[in-house]
């Protein structure tokens, strides 16, 4: 069957919260008279190929965008961040549903209902609508609209998020449903269709990460995350507190180390996870048959119990306390929280259900020693944007400011050399040139701060926005 393409020029763009009208509209008229067909079953298979088309693309985007005609040697040259592959998107049942809420009900849940084993640290959306006359297959619909996501990517001067050519998801949901839509004052057939996108960090494990890199940098908040005195601390562990003077490096969030933590989490909670490693294996071995390229690894390991009502915020902040107290149990034995000499960090926490009532949490933080890097000349840095509504001083779960935006310019030319926004955690992390002053703007909203930094070593940067000042 042929299709006439009426307009060319498409866009894809985020669904608003509210959506008035989806990202892109494709107008196809088919050259055969034939009836509207309704959704069918058959739709499950067909979502499936379009996670095949995505995937595609995600496996190897050079050879897809040749195919549309695009050359490799330019892309490589206009477009110096693309990857030759990224990691194929797994189907997700929970953001279909938000998928299927979004695109039925117009609205999108809150996130109160969202379970903490769904709240993922970065989440995106977007969405299109492929009107025609007559019928066109659901699948030659998702061709249309992938090949076109595709293309709006490749252009070096989108400045949307990327979805197809993003390391930040792993994780999709789709919805589609058939429908009509009007245009130029006729009713056309049409295909809704709804995307949503998550990645492969809870928010949970971001925040428990954000909460160990302000103990590293500021020892002594360990007693206002636990609620106790320093001085109750201090007579306590008096030996090991002693060095908590001396500020530790951060630890820098390692995609492989934190496959590691959640595999090893997902046996803690026996969920069948695959035996690949005996209990005998060490942390290290097991990161290493991962491909983790360190060489030393300390890891520390909680499993708590929580009521099946609480919030990521909740869950975090108990799995983090439980972490800090087995710590400073095996004093002087360290954990991966104040472990010496890591500079490599990895979060996993796994979910399993005893009843309706009560939740089986377990957490493992891996704390490595990464190989030795060549290039001295650069340094990370570990952020998070905040307001500490609490009062505490301290970067506290829930107080992250999502979506916040950080702009990075070199002061000897007011060069932007980095802009991104913060996950859902309020995260952010970066790497720079040592050795040079730069300037951060970040703003959330109508609160703004402008800090200058200079780097000789990796740094962890808490911004909190109630102050405009770096917390120190």
């Known amino acids: 069957m042929a299709y006439l393409l009426l307009i060319t020029e498409i866009m894809i763009k985020k669904i608003p919260k509210k959506i008035k009208c989806f990202g892109c509209i494709f107008f196809l008229t088919s050259f055969f008279l034939t009836s509207f067909v309704s959704w069918v079953s058959a739709a499950e298979q067909d979502v499936a190929y379009l996670l095949e088309l995505v995937n595609e693309i995600r496996l190897d985007p050079f050879t897809r965008a040749e195919a549309l005609g695009y050359d490799r040697i330019e892309l490589a040259q206009n477009l110096p961040w693309l990857k030759t592959s990224y990691e194929p998107y797994t189907m997700d049942n929970f953001l279909c549903f938000r998928a299927e809420v979004q695109n039925s009900l117009d609205e999108e849940i809150s996130e109160s209902l969202i379970p903490p084993e769904h709240d993922y640290a970065r989440t995106g959306k977007t969405g299109a609508v492929v009107c025609f006359f ?131 989490s997902r046996q803690l909670v026996d969920l069948g996870e695959d035996s690949l490693w005996s209990a005998a294996s060490t942390p290290l071995l097991r990161a290493l048959d991962m491909g983790y390229d360190g060489f030393e690894l300390t890891e520390s390991v909680a499993v708590i119990a929580h009521p099946v009502n609480e919030t990521s915020e909740q869950i975090a902040g108990a799995v983090f306390s439980s972490l800090i107290r087995e710590e400073l149990k095996a004093v002087p034995e360290r954990g991966g929280v104040f472990s010496l000499g890591t500079s490599d960090g990895g979060i996993g926490i796994a979910f399993a259900s005893v009843d309706d009532q009560i939740e089986i949490v377990g957490s493992v933080l891996d704390a490595g020693v990464a190989a030795v890097d060549d290039d001295e000349a650069q340094a990370a840095i570990y952020g998070v944007v905040y307001s500490d509504n609490d009062g505490n001083k301290i970067y506290s779960p829930g107080e992250g400011h999502g979506s916040a935006s950080v702009v990075v310019f070199r002061k000897s030319d007011h060069e932007i050399v980095k802009k991104m926004v913060t996950d859902n955690a309020g995260h952010f992390s970066m790497t720079l040139v040592n050795h040079e002053m730069y300037q951060v703007e970040i703003s959330a909203g109508e609160a703004t701060a402008s800090l200058e930094i200079i780097l000789d070593q990796n740094l962890f940067l808490p911004v909190n926005l109630k102050s405009f000042l770096v917390s120190s």
């Open 134 to 264: 007559n019928f066109i297959p659901l699948k030659s619909a998702f061709r249309i609209i992938v090949e076109n996501m595709l293309r709006q990517e490749l252009n070096p001067d989108s400045v949307e998020q990327p979805y197809l050519l993003s390391n930040d998801f792993n994780r999709i949901g789709v919805y589609v449903k058939p429908g009509v839509q009007a245009l130029d004052g006729r009713m056309q057939n049409a295909y809704f269709v709804t995307f949503f996108f998550g990645s492969s960090r809870l928010k949970s494990e971001v925040q428990i990460l954000t909460m160990v890199n302000q103990v590293r940098f500021q020892p002594v908040s360990v007693a206002a995350y636990l609620g106790v005195s320093l001085i109750e601390l201090l007579d306590n562990n008096l030996d090991f507190l002693s060095e908590w003077y001396k500020a530790y490096p951060p630890l820098m969030d390692d995609s492989i180390l934190a496959e590691s933590a959640q595999s090893y």
